[in-house]
């Protein structure tokens, strides 16, 4: 079994930070990429960032200068650095893992946490 496991989710007036942690725990040997989307009320889930574990990342337009996805892999653990917030960030951020490797050469794809709040205040 993986699991991932948010946190770091919170209250912040607009143009305070926050950071979000995600740790995959589990028999793994690697991940290739990480990442985080997020769903606002009644919105659909949409990519946020991502990033490979060669460090290739790729950012949403309304998140870009403002937001980084530090990673490390030694730990299985991915970061979403989130600077100069907006009232428009708000909603639920989720980790995602894909391409998982377990022991004995297992995959599992697509893996999901189950969701931090993010509130960002005017």
């Known amino acids: 079994q993986v699991q991932l496991v948010e946190s770091g989710g919170g209250l912040v007036q607009a143009g305070g930070s926050l950071r979000l942690s995600c740790a995959a725990s589990?028999?793994?040997?690697?991940?290739?990429?990480m990442g985080w989307y997020r769903q606002a009320p009644g919105k659909e889930r949409v990519l946020v960032a991502i990033?490979?574990?060669?460090?290739?990342?790729n950012y949403a337009d309304s998140v870009k200068g403002r937001f980084t996805i530090p990673r490390d892999n030694a730990k299985n653990t991915v970061f979403l650095q989130m600077n100069s917030l907006k009232p428009e960030d708000t909603a639920v951020y989720y980790c995602?893992?894909?391409?998982?490797?377990?022991?004995?050469?297992?995959?599992?794809?697509?893996?999901w946490g189950q969701g931090t709040q993010v509130t960002v205040s005017s």
């Open positions: 589990g028999r793994i040997l690697s991940i290739n990429t």
């Open positions: 990033i490979t574990s060669g460090g290739s990342t």
């Open positions: 995602n893992a894909d391409q998982v490797v377990l022991d004995q050469m297992k995959y599992r794809f697509n893996l």
